[in-house]
């Protein structure tokens, strides 16, 4: 086993990506700061990938390159391993493989820890060595950090944020520019902020992934996501957009999970944000995190969510943390126990809701849908009828009074099938 106390740290870098450039950029131009301000020297001694002569945005010498991981990952030198290659099936097996070598493991893998994090830090415990992950949740913001050691005097009450800024960003110019979904989208993909399959962005499970690994943190509960209710943004229209703003709110893409009568209620989704909240304000690809602890009350996290130097600022932060002694055992027990708390079934949790109708032109059809609504115990707060639509269809926009999600599917299902014959919006509206 290598001693994570060394101040001279060899870097094996696997994965020279967006991400893997912006570390080796961030080591090279910042060695001396980090060394006079943490004694810490870093030293990037070998690069695996697959493409060592693609083109990339930052010069990165060729003899630094090798195409087999496995060779820095068996190299004696090296003391610390960075897995950016992504997914759950390679990246498993290298990050095993260096932890079985004795080597100290830094990853902005989210995947990897949501889905495989109790077999990673069950590894590194038996080998007594450490797995850094501030990047996998947040990108540059110091979200784990600040949970595990900010926060270590309370018990965590709920999370609440923004953890994707590609959603972010496609209901930010949604909003602001009054884009498409499929425009801002193709925006996001111009800007760097989405991939070519945005899938995992605009469906929820790259959020899914971090709220997992924040959940196992917060409370040491670790859930599949299967578990978990998972919805996209792909359904949101510039008229929800515009309605919401109505309503005074915002549509945010929002991750969630808090204590309620002993169980964890917890669920991705995109949800109408009051604008006089904090979330509200988080535009762009920025990222925001509301954590909040029975001591300490509610605290923001807030910053770049992804890029490549926000993000390979985290990783090489973790690199330092654990050179200069920072442990992770706290953390190997969140993911190696599974505490005895329920997730809530996603459709026993309560909220106001915003369901957005297209309804025939014609009289008494507000009536029809109120009734429904009535009965199966939902009232209504607020509505919005306007003239518009297509083929002789009225928008008809309600928000109701609290209730639960199995109510409102009911509800919903039995006003689609009896009276409007067409697909109803239906978004949660955040009490936060």
């Not at 989405?194 to 196992?216: C, M, Q, R, W, Y």
């Not at 602890?293 to 910053?303: L, S």
């Not at 690199?319 to 997730?343: K, W």
């Not at 109708?357 to 849908?369: C, M, T």
């Amino acid at each position: 086993m290598l001693n994570s106390s060394k101040k001279k740290v060899n870097i094996g870098l696997i994965g020279a990506g967006t991400v893997g450039c912006g570390v080796y950029e961030v080591v090279r131009s910042s060695r001396k700061t980090i060394k006079q301000k943490t004694g810490v020297e870093l030293i990037i001694k070998s690069i695996a990938d697959i493409e060592p002569n693609r083109k990339r945005p930052v010069k990165i010498p060729k003899t630094l390159f090798t195409k087999d991981a496995y060779e820095l990952i068996n190299d004696p030198e090296i003391n610390t391993v960075i897995e950016l290659v992504g997914g759950t099936t390679v990246a498993r097996k290298f990050a095993l493989a260096a932890i079985k070598n004795g080597k100290n493991l830094v990853t902005a893998n989210k995947a990897l820890l949501a889905l495989k994090g109790k077999e990673i830090f069950s590894a590194a415990a038996k080998k007594g060595v450490e797995v850094g992950f501030e990047a996998s949740v947040g990108g540059g913001i110091p979200l784990i950090q600040g949970l595990r050691e900010g926060f270590c005097a309370n018990k965590i009450v709920s999370i609440h944020g923004i953890m994707n800024g590609t959603s972010n960003y496609i209901l930010h110019k949604m909003s602001a520019g009054g884009q498409t979904f499929k425009q801002a989208l193709a925006d996001a993909q111009r800007e760097g902020y989405a991939e070519a399959d945005p899938s995992f962005d605009v469906n929820g499970t790259d959020s899914a992934h971090k709220l997992l690994i924040l959940i196992a943190l917060a409370w040491g509960n670790l859930f599949k996501l299967k578990d978990i209710m998972v919805e996209g943004i792909a359904g949101i229209d510039s008229a929800d957009i515009s309605y919401a703003r109505e309503f005074g709110y915002k549509i945010k893409p929002l991750a969630t999970a808090k204590i309620s009568g002993g169980a964890i209620e917890a669920g991705v989704y995109p949800a109408l944000v009051g604008n006089d909240t904090q979330l509200a304000s988080v535009n762009g690809a920025f990222n925001a995190v509301r954590v909040e602890g029975d001591h300490v009350g509610p605290a923001m996290f807030y910053g770049m969510g992804a890029g490549m130097m926000p993000t390979a600022s985290a990783v090489v932060s973790d690199v330092v943390r654990i050179a200069r002694g920072g442990g992770s055992a706290p953390v190997a027990e969140s993911f190696s126990q599974n505490r005895a708390r329920r997730l809530a079934p996603p459709q026993s949790v309560k909220s106001r809701f915003y369901a957005k109708f297209q309804a025939k032109d014609e009289p008494g059809v507000l009536g029809k849908i109120s009734a429904a609504l009535g009965k199966s115990g939902i009232s209504i707060q607020s509505v919005i009828q306007k003239p518009g639509g297509s083929a002789k269809k009225v928008p008809v926009v309600i928000m109701t009074r609290r209730t639960t999600g199995k109510n409102m599917r009911a509800a919903v299902a039995g006003i689609e099938k009896r009276i409007t014959k067409t697909p109803a919006v239906v978004l949660r509206v955040s009490d936060i």
